[in-house]
């Protein structure tokens, strides 16, 4: 996952700079979905926060 990835990064903030754990990448992943679909009920672009959300998804394993 990239540094700067959505999800890497809630994921460190949650545990406090540490190396996060599975559910914090997954919490990362549930308010990264969310933001992207409030993104597109307001008709705004998601085109790059849609890469970041595959190369997590893909990365924990789903």
Same mark, same amino acid.
């Given at each position: 996952m990239q540094n700067n990835n959505f999800? $890497?990064?809630t994921a460190l903030q949650?545990?406090?700079g540490k190396k996060p754990k599975r559910w914090q990448y997954e919490?990362? $992943?549930n308010l990264l979905a969310r933001y992207i679909n409030q993104r597109k009920v307001m008709g705004l672009d998601v085109t790059g926060l849609m890469d970041e959300y595959r190369e997590a998804y893909t990365k924990l394993g789903y």
């Amino acid at each position: 996952m990239q540094n700067n990835n959505f999800v $890497l990064l809630t994921a460190l903030q949650l545990s406090g700079g540490k190396k996060p754990k599975r559910w914090q990448y997954e919490y990362g $992943l549930n308010l990264l979905a969310r933001y992207i679909n409030q993104r597109k009920v307001m008709g705004l672009d998601v085109t790059g926060l849609m890469d970041e959300y595959r190369e997590a998804y893909t990365k924990l394993g789903y």
